[in-house]
Structures are given as C-alpha cells and as structure tokens.
C-alpha cells in the first residue's frame, strides 16, 4: 500500500541553523500539508500546498519557515533559523485529488530536537 | 480557541467490551470528521470517516455517529482488543471547494484496553 515517508525520523540541531525535512508524498496525490505536535500537545496545522503553491499557512507558518516542491515526489519544510520552541514532531500529509472526500494520509514524522 | 474538543484525555477499558470516544466541536462550517489512532514515535493512521450528510458509518469493529445538532460525534469500538491501546484523534475540516482541506485536530483521549 502506498505510503507518505519522511527523513530524516530525528533531526538534532543548534538553536539559530537551518534545517530542512523532507517528505515523500503519495504519488498521485495533489495536495501536500505540514503538521506538527509539540510533545503533549495537539496535531497543529501549519501549511498546505496545492498547485506549487501555499493555499493557507497559520499564524505558526512565519517568516522562518518554507515549503518547496522541487522535483515531482518531495516536498520539503524549510525553518531557517531554529527556535527552542520549535522542538516538535513534524508530520507531512498528502490528499489525493478528491480531498472533499478522501482523507489525508500522515507520514511517519520527523521528531526536531533544537538545544 | 479549541474548535475540536476531546474532553476526555483517557480511557481505560476491559477487553471484549465497548470503547467509546467522544468529541466534540464549534466550528459549523466543519462538515467532514475522521478518526485517527497514533501510536508513540509515529504518524496519525487513518481510521474511519463521516460526512455531515450521514449520521453514522461503520467499517468493521469501528463505528463513528454523529450528532449535528449537538456538534458531537463519538468512536466505537466493539469489541475492543489491547491492539486498539493508543491515541485517538478527532479531526474535522470544512468543504471549503477551494484547494485547503486542512484538518483540525482535538487533543487526543489514550485508550488502554486491558486483557
């Protein structure tokens, strides 16, 4: 069965670095989402992508941060200059082409540890 | 402002009997549901769905109601197995006919089945 992946599953970074995560999404899906859940909390939205380009970003999805689709499988997330606080785990999520009635699949995540 | 609520961050039940998940929610414009189960270390896993046009749906052990009057949907799970031991996500999204589908997610209530 078709599946999201994501790499790397741990990423530990200085505090100011950039980092890039990155995701495969299902292969004939069209839409693309980041999420994340900082330990303890709930699953938050932070951007969606269609069409290469951000349909909806949250208040969370500022100036640090980035999405790109640079070839026809990854879709990565970009935080230029980590924060503490954006210790957390990251999920990609895709829908197909009919998001109104399929549900969006979740890779595995990629836990971020900023020190 | 918690649009997606799960008042209930656990439950603990005996195996072979009932599980029930409650959620509940604001937003009126949400008007797709979904269940996800999470186990630690890893991604949101799909489970069931609702459409706001139905009232119940069922698929296998798991059946998911939902009350629109009441803005409340609930999980069961019968019988319940300790396989089915991990967090359980409510989600909900708009129809919004654009290209966004993000999803809301609740807090998430752990449920422990007990051989």
């Known amino acids: 069965e078709p599946e999201v992946t994501q790499t790397p599953s741990h990423q530990v970074t200085q505090m100011g670095q950039e980092v890039i995560l990155r995701c495969v999404p299902i292969?004939?899906?069209?839409?693309f989402y980041w999420y994340r859940q900082i330990l303890g909390q709930k699953v938050e939205f932070l951007v969606s992508?269609?069409?290469?380009?951000?349909?909806?970003k949250s208040e969370i999805f500022d100036d640090q941060f980035s999405v790109e689709r640079p070839d026809g499988s990854n879709f990565t997330l970009k935080i230029r200059s980590t924060k503490l606080e954006d210790s957390a785990m990251y999920f990609c999520?895709?829908?197909?082409?009919?998001?109104?009635?399929?549900?969006?699949?979740f890779g595995p995540g990629t836990r971020l540890t900023v020190l | 402002d918690q649009q997606v609520k799960q008042n209930s961050p656990s439950l603990s039940v005996q195996e072979g009997r009932i599980s029930i998940l409650n959620c509940d929610y604001t937003?009126?414009?949400?008007?797709?549901f979904l269940w996800y189960k999470k186990y630690p270390a890893e991604g949101p896993t799909f489970l069931i769905s609702?459409?706001?046009?139905?009232d119940k749906n069922e698929d296998g052990r798991f059946t998911v109601f939902l009350n629109k009057s009441a803005k409340h949907l609930s999980l069961h799970i019968v019988p319940s197995q300790p396989g089915d031991s991990a967090v359980y996500f409510c989600?909900?999204?708009?129809?919004?006919?654009?290209?966004?589908?993000?999803?809301?997610f609740g807090k998430g209530t752990l449920l422990t089945v007990n051989p």
């Open positions: 937003n009126s414009m949400f008007d797709y």
């Open positions: 292969s004939n899906h069209l839409y």
């Open positions: 999520a895709s829908n197909p082409d009919r998001p109104s009635t399929d549900t969006q699949y």
């Open positions: 992508f269609y069409n290469n380009e951000i349909s909806e």
């Open positions: 989600a909900a999204r708009p129809n919004s006919g654009g290209s966004n589908y993000k999803l809301t």
């Open positions: 609702i459409s706001s046009i139905k």
